[in-house]
């Protein structure tokens, strides 16, 4: 059976690759840059030498890189994303042995494509925010690297949900404000994105990180359709029973994402090549995603 070391295993989707390995009995070690009870500290921008030690004393077969950064100045957007990888990739070529990567990459890679064409792993990346840029420079890095593999993930969605997305953000502020008639305000919702469940993604990670032989550079992980916001946010409602109005802000999205209209992903290469298939319809995602940020007690 094969070792994993989780790197980012406290992050939004390092949390479910972490859960889902635990579920089926994969060999995880921890790790992340804020480290808590179980997962180990390691922080891959602190040098290549660091991480070359963490790989000797742990003696992986896979590495998954979860980590990233995905807002702040342009400094910790290239320390987090293109410094942090690069050091990753270096020490990997210096192993002992050969260690797989699977490396999340991100569909702000891509950046504007064309209204209602699905993105293939071949289009050619075009990105419009530093976050995509730093991605896709994170992307470049490992394909350097024997062996490794980039998921570039579209937009997950879930239990987890962080405040920086928008079904996160909106979930929290309908939680908030539970029981009263305020209004719900968030930024603009009318472009398109693939929604995939971050389970789903969990799964696609284990599925490479396990998969025998050589896989493509680069895989596409995403639902396989554009949902429009709107219909996220009114089915997040219809989720939660609320009646309130949710109010769109005349100001521009995120930074993120900010001029890409339409996103869809083709996910065809994934099911070829991994026998990969996104399971969890978005209904789910959203009701255990509202679940999740109940009260205690």
Same mark, same amino acid.
């Given at each position: 059976?094969?070792?994993?070391?989780?790197?980012?295993?406290?992050?939004?989707?390092? $949390? *479910?690759?972490?859960?889902?390995?635990?579920?089926?009995?994969?060999?995880?070690?921890?790790?992340? /840059?804020?480290?808590?009870?179980?997962?180990?500290?390691?922080?891959?921008?602190?040098? +290549?030498?660091?991480?070359?030690?963490?790989?000797?004393?742990?003696?992986?077969? #896979?590495?998954? @890189?979860?980590?990233? #950064?995905?807002?702040?100045?342009?400094?910790?957007?290239?320390?987090? @994303? #293109?410094? %942090?990888?690069?050091?990753? #990739?270096?020490?990997?070529?210096? %192993?002992? /042995?050969?260690?797989?990567?699977? *490396?999340?990459?991100?569909?702000?890679?891509?950046?504007?494509?064309?209204?209602?064409?699905?993105?293939?792993?071949?289009?050619?990346?075009?990105? *419009?925010?530093?976050?995509?840029?730093?991605?896709?420079?994170?992307?470049?890095?490992?394909?350097? +690297?024997?062996?490794?593999?980039?998921?570039?993930?579209?937009?997950?969605?879930?239990?987890? &949900?962080?405040? &920086?997305?928008?079904?996160?953000?909106? =979930?929290?502020?309908?939680?908030?404000?539970?029981?009263?008639?305020?209004?719900?305000?968030?930024?603009?919702?009318?472009?398109? /994105?693939?929604?995939?469940?971050?389970?789903?993604?969990?799964?696609?990670?284990?599925?490479?990180?396990?998969?025998?032989?050589?896989?493509?550079?680069?895989?596409?992980?995403?639902?396989? $359709?554009?949902?429009?916001?709107?219909?996220?946010? =009114?089915?997040?409602?219809?989720?939660?029973?609320?009646? /309130?109005?949710?109010?769109?802000?005349? %100001?521009?999205?995120?930074?993120?994402?900010?001029?890409?209209?339409?996103?869809?992903?083709?996910?065809?290469?994934?099911?070829?090549?991994?026998?990969?298939?996104?399971?969890?319809?978005? +209904?789910? &995602?959203?009701?255990?995603?509202?679940?999740?940020?109940?009260?205690?007690?």
């Amino acid at each position: 059976m094969s070792r994993i070391l989780l790197v980012g295993a406290t992050g939004f989707v390092g $949390r *479910h690759v972490r859960a889902r390995a635990a579920a089926t009995g994969v060999e995880i070690v921890a790790a992340s /840059r804020s480290p808590e009870p179980g997962v180990l500290g390691l922080d891959l921008s602190a040098g +290549a030498a660091r991480v070359g030690d963490a790989l000797r004393d742990l003696a992986p077969d #896979v590495v998954v @890189n979860c980590a990233g #950064v995905t807002a702040g100045s342009p400094a910790d957007l290239v320390r987090g @994303n #293109v410094v %942090a990888v690069a050091n990753l #990739v270096t020490a990997l070529a210096a %192993a002992e /042995r050969p260690v797989r990567l699977v *490396h999340l990459g991100s569909a702000a890679e891509y950046g504007e494509v064309e209204h209602g064409t699905p993105v293939t792993e071949s289009t050619r990346p075009r990105p *419009h925010s530093l976050y995509g840029v730093t991605k896709l420079a994170g992307t470049e890095l490992v394909g350097g +690297a024997p062996g490794a593999v980039v998921l570039r993930v579209f937009n997950p969605v879930g239990p987890g &949900s962080p405040g &920086s997305t928008l079904a996160g953000r909106l =979930a929290g502020e309908l939680r908030r404000t539970d029981g009263t008639d305020e209004d719900v305000h968030v930024g603009p919702l009318t472009a398109s /994105r693939d929604l995939v469940d971050v389970r789903d993604v969990a799964d696609a990670v284990l599925t490479a990180a396990l998969a025998p032989g050589a896989l493509p550079p680069v895989l596409n992980v995403g639902s396989g $359709r554009a949902t429009p916001l709107r219909d996220l946010a =009114a089915l997040l409602l219809r989720v939660t029973g609320s009646r /309130r109005r949710v109010l769109e802000a005349a %100001a521009t999205g995120s930074e993120r994402s900010s001029g890409v209209a339409w996103q869809q992903a083709d996910i065809r290469a994934i099911g070829h090549v991994l026998g990969w298939a996104p399971a969890t319809d978005l +209904a789910t &995602s959203l009701r255990d995603l509202w679940a999740e940020t109940a009260c205690p007690g």
